[in-house]
């Protein structure tokens, strides 16, 4: 790879932190005046008429916990329903119902913001399925994280309550004011690059071969803008943001990973405003950005340097990669999707050196909090937060105190928990894939088409992907199959909804707390020590957790 090429993807990364850096003020100023306006708009009020909601009636923290699973369950029915009768649907395209264990897959993938695909779109579901099912999820996914992450900001913010506010209101605002405008505007930006939006079905066009191909269209453009901007991931074709009809130049490129980004990195200033200290989210958002560039580095180091002989002649790791985007193009695209919850890819993970695919890996095995998806990123950061004060607490011998919250045995209950989930998601299910008599046979004979420590890697990733809410593949594995189906969608509903039962749990803990005075020990939360220090728990607590099976498998295979 070239100099010239190097400062371009360099040029491309400052570009991108400006854009960002000019977004996340207004953007965080008005997310935060969405969720704490007293006034209702018309349409918002004939919602909530039509679903029989008072808005005004606030919850406490289970209430909107169950408000949230009601809404997620009749969701996930909704889309398995679509697949299953797709043959009666109008566009439908000629394509038969999805299987039962792939619609379960698909379905849970799509409620749970991870977009899992383990078809290929174009050739699986028509146009209704992917509008009124898929795109319809990805706004709606996006706005229950959204709510959760605001949820959890008011239990910091209000004293002595007994509520959190209402799941109805935050799903409808975050949907209507937030994700629909913003989604609207992104798409005919991507219209304008060259993504296609058309209810045409398709073009046959010749080959170089001298056969002929068909090219499926669809609402592309309106589906890849909320599936950058809700951190969803799900590409409307096979190959996702590598398909020039979803990604046809550079720019698109670098658009859709400032879609992913703008939201995470926008909402630690919603949560300074609504706490009444700005100093705190930007404390929250140097840890998010810090741990962000280093493992952007990091990744794009292990590409430029290549994995052996023929990487070092060819200047770089290609392989899996376009020329239309490069080397460091498509590290920074990887590096946002795995930081994010999004999963969106524009090259393939499968085709990154052992260390760059490794990076990949531990970009979702951190949490994806860096800056994570949208709400979730924000609230798995916060949870984090609790810990770094709680052990802070322990190092000076006083009180652990948050935003004026002790951080007591309860709090610390539900926090640990929270961090917990995940990782027992992601290992059980890799190491039953393995173990179970029969299931074994099948994946290491049909699913995986890679022996040894990449083959590991490939199943450790499809489940740290699902677990963590990503969706993106690490290729090289077949996941249509009754099994790898069934444990994927079983794995991304635990991942998605299990620590939010803990993240609203904790959230009503501490509304119902009063405010404590900061006294002389306690530990300033705004301040360059904090931010190492929550950096440091956040990369200590990952790598104690997952350091052995990553030994077993990218760090065995890259050392070898």
């Not at 119902?97 to 619609?103: K, N, Q």
């Not at 049909?446 to 677990?467: D, I, K, M, Q």
Request: aromatic share 8%; no cysteine; proline share 4%.
């Amino acid at each position: 790879m070239g100099a010239a090429q190097t400062w371009a993807g360099i040029a491309q990364v400052a570009l991108l932190v400006l854009l960002l850096v000019v977004a996340h003020r207004p953007l965080g100023d008005w997310m935060a005046r969405v969720f704490t306006s007293t006034r209702h708009g018309r349409i918002e009020r004939g919602v909530y008429r039509l679903i029989g909601v008072d808005p005004d009636a606030e919850q406490s923290w289970a209430a909107y916990l169950r408000g949230v699973l009601l809404f997620s369950v009749a969701g996930l029915l909704l889309v398995y329903l679509l697949q299953r009768i797709q043959v009666v649907l109008p566009g439908d395209l000629g394509l038969p119902a999805v299987g039962p264990a792939l619609a379960f897959n698909t379905a849970a993938s799509f409620v749970a913001n991870t977009n899992w695909q383990s078809y290929s779109p174009e050739a699986t579901v028509g146009y209704t399925v992917q509008m009124a099912g898929l795109a319809v999820q990805n706004f709606l996914s996006a706005a229950v994280g959204l709510a959760v992450a605001v949820a959890l900001v008011r239990g910091f913010a209000r004293r002595k309550s007994g509520t959190l506010g209402n799941v109805w209101v935050d799903v409808v605002r975050g949907t209507g004011r937030l994700l629909l405008p913003l989604a609207f505007v992104s798409a005919l930006v991507l219209v304008a690059g060259g993504v296609i939006q058309s209810w045409g079905v398709g073009t046959d066009v010749s080959t170089l071969a001298g056969g002929t191909q068909h090219l499926p269209h669809g609402f592309v453009a309106s589906q890849e803008a909320i599936k950058e901007l809700g951190t969803n991931g799900g590409g409307y074709f096979n190959v996702n943001s590598a398909h020039p009809f979803e990604n046809p130049q550079a720019w698109t490129s670098l658009f859709e990973v400032f879609l992913m980004l703008v939201i995470p990195f926008s909402l630690p200033r919603t949560f300074g405003k609504m706490v009444g200290d700005t100093r705190q989210g930007t404390a929250i958002v140097s840890v998010m950005s810090g741990v962000f560039l280093v493992s952007l580095a990091a990744m794009s180091i292990a590409e430029l340097a290549g994995g052996g002989s023929a990487t070092h002649a060819a200047g770089a790791a290609m392989e899996g990669k376009e020329v239309r985007f490069g080397i460091l193009g498509s590290t920074l695209f990887a590096t946002a999707t795995t930081s994010t919850s999004t999963g969106a890819v524009n090259a393939m993970h499968d085709s990154f050196t052992p260390l760059g695919g490794m990076m990949a890996l531990i970009n979702m095995m951190l949490g994806e909090v860096t800056p994570g998806g949208v709400g979730s990123g924000l609230y798995g950061m916060l949870v984090l937060a609790v810990i770094t004060v709680f052990i802070g607490g322990l190092l000076v011998g006083r009180t652990p105190e948050y935003l004026g919250k002790k951080i007591r045995a309860k709090e610390m209950t539900y926090a640990a928990l929270y961090i917990l989930v995940t990782p027992t998601v992601v290992l059980t299910g890799t190491a039953l894939s393995l173990l179970i008599p029969g299931v074994r046979e099948q994946v290491l004979g049909t699913s995986l088409f890679n022996p040894g420590n990449h083959g590991l890697s490939e199943l450790l990733y499809a489940f740290t992907s699902a677990g963590n809410n990503n969706g993106s593949a690490f290729g090289g594995l077949t996941a249509n199959t009754t099994w790898m189906n069934s444990a994927l969608g079983v794995a991304m509903l635990l991942g998605r909804f299990v620590p939010m039962v803990f993240v609203l749990a904790l959230a009503g803990s501490l509304a119902s707390q009063d405010k404590v005075p900061a006294t002389v020990g306690t530990l300033p939360t705004h301040r360059p020590l904090f931010i190492v220090l929550l950096g440091g728990v956040a990369v200590i607590v990952t790598a104690l957790t997952y350091f052995p099976v990553l030994a077993l498998g990218p760090l065995a295979e890259g050392l070898s």
